[in-house]
Structures are given as structure tokens and as C-alpha cells.
């Protein structure tokens, strides 16, 4: 099993839609947990960082965690064509001498059709 | 991306061949990383840096080597290169996560 698993879609939506990206883990040990966008030919920007469980919010962005069932979901309301792109979720933990490296999901590429 | 500067764009090289990857950042972070992107296997670290002076392998570190020049520049080299190494190759900084990443290099390893 990958430490972290992420439907690569494509995944089409209609504009106005409410968009829900989903990763799951197996490392219980990991307590951050980051959502970075990439726009094609571009490199990811990090989007939205959260600690340990609970919803975080930031505009139009929902990040939840749920680390009971070990999975981590993006949320974007009122979608935008400018959404279209890959989103990439990424975790890691904290260790004594600063924190471990990130592990990305694969990624899931989103359209937004006008 | 203003803050992370990645030269050059795009690289055609022979296997065997070497080169070295720049990266320059003017954020002030102390944390620098190198990932690659392949299709279908996301981003992988190769290497990383906390802070100037100190370097350590990542994920996929066998055939590269790398340069904390100073804060602000952190090199990656390809010795020999091999068609393995076909990859896009980003560069990132950050404080105590990878924030801020540049567009990338395209090297293709005929």
C-alpha cells in the first residue's frame, strides 16, 4: 500500500459546482497536511496547511482532516474555470531535528467547464 | 514564480553527458529542496537542504549530487547522465514546509 493514495481523475465539473478532493493515508504519524495547486507547466504553490484534525478555511477552500479514518479532503465552492488543475495533497510529521520530508499524492487533475 | 529562480528551462543532454541545475531563491528561507515529476509517480524528493551547510538525501538521491552554495543557491548535478533521468526537476524553498516552488526544468536524456 502507498503511504498516500489520491485518484489521479480527470475529474470534470460544471462552473458554479461544489468540488470535493479526497486523499487517503497509512502513516497514522503524520500531523501536517498541505493542498498545493499546479496549473500546467507551472510548479505547485501551496494552497492551504493544517495541523493534526479539523476543517480550515480560507476563502472558497475547505481543508478537512479526519486523522480517525486517516484521510484528508479539499473542498472549493463556487468553482471557477481559473480551478482548473492539478491539486496535490502532501503530508509529513514532525521530527526532533525539524520535519521529516513531505510524501505527495499523485495528484488529481480537475477541469472546470464554463 | 518570482521568488524561486530555476535555470535553465529546458536541457537536451547525451547519456554520459553532466550538467547542473541552478536554483536561486530571494525569500530568505533556510530550507531548499530538489523534487523530480514524473508522470504517474508524483513528486519525489532527491534532495534537500535545512539550512546553509547542510544537505540530506531524499527519496531518490542514487545519480545525483548537490551544492548548498549559500542561502540562497542550491545546485543539483546529474554526473552521468542516464535516460532514467528524464524528468521534469523543480526547486523549492521554505520555512519549515516547501512553499514556494519555481516552474521547473525540462531535461530529456536522449
Known amino acids: 500500500q502507498k503511504e498516500v493514495e489520491q485518484d489521479p481523475g480527470p475529474l470534470s465539473v460544471p462552473e458554479g459546482a461544489i468540488v470535493s478532493l479526497n486523499c487517503t493515508y497509512s502513516?497514522?504519524?503524520?500531523?501536517?497536511f498541505m493542498w498545493y495547486r499546479q496549473y500546467s507547466r507551472k510548479g505547485p504553490e501551496l494552497l492551504m496547511y493544517t495541523y493534526s484534525s479539523g476543517n480550515k478555511e480560507d476563502g472558497r477552500f475547505t481543508a478537512q482532516v479526519d486523522k480517525s479514518s486517516k484521510y484528508i479532503s479539499l473542498f472549493i465552492r463556487d468553482s471557477q474555470p481559473s480551478d482548473s488543475a492539478t491539486y496535490l495533497c502532501?503530508?509529513?510529521?514532525?521530527?526532533?531535528?525539524?520535519?521529516?520530508?513531505?510524501?505527495f499524492g499523485k495528484g488529481t487533475r480537475l477541469s472546470v467547464i464554463a | 514564480n518570482a521568488g524561486v529562480t530555476q535555470t535553465p528551462k529546458f536541457q537536451v543532454l547525451k547519456t554520459g553527458q553532466s550538467m547542473t541545475l541552478q536554483c536561486a531563491q530571494d525569500?530568505?528561507?533556510?530550507?531548499m529542496y530538489w523534487y523530480r515529476q514524473d508522470p504517474g509517480m508524483g513528486l519525489r524528493l532527491i534532495y534537500y537542504?535545512?539550512?546553509?551547510?547542510?544537505?540530506d538525501k531524499g527519496e531518490v538521491p542514487n545519480g545525483y549530487n548537490v551544492s548548498r552554495l549559500n542561502k540562497r543557491e542550491f545546485s543539483l548535478r546529474l554526473e552521468s547522465a542516464a535516460p532514467s533521468q528524464t524528468s521534469v526537476y523543480f526547486c523549492?524553498?521554505?520555512?519549515?514546509?516547501?512553499?514556494?516552488f519555481g516552474d521547473g526544468t525540462r531535461l530529456s536524456i536522449l
Open positions: 502513516n497514522s504519524a503524520f500531523q501536517y
Open positions: 502532501a503530508m509529513n510529521l514532525r521530527a526532533v531535528r525539524g520535519n521529516t520530508p513531505l510524501v
Open positions: 525569500m530568505n528561507h533556510n530550507s
Open positions: 523549492a524553498t521554505g520555512r519549515e514546509q516547501p512553499q514556494h
Open positions: 537542504s535545512a539550512s546553509e551547510g547542510t544537505t
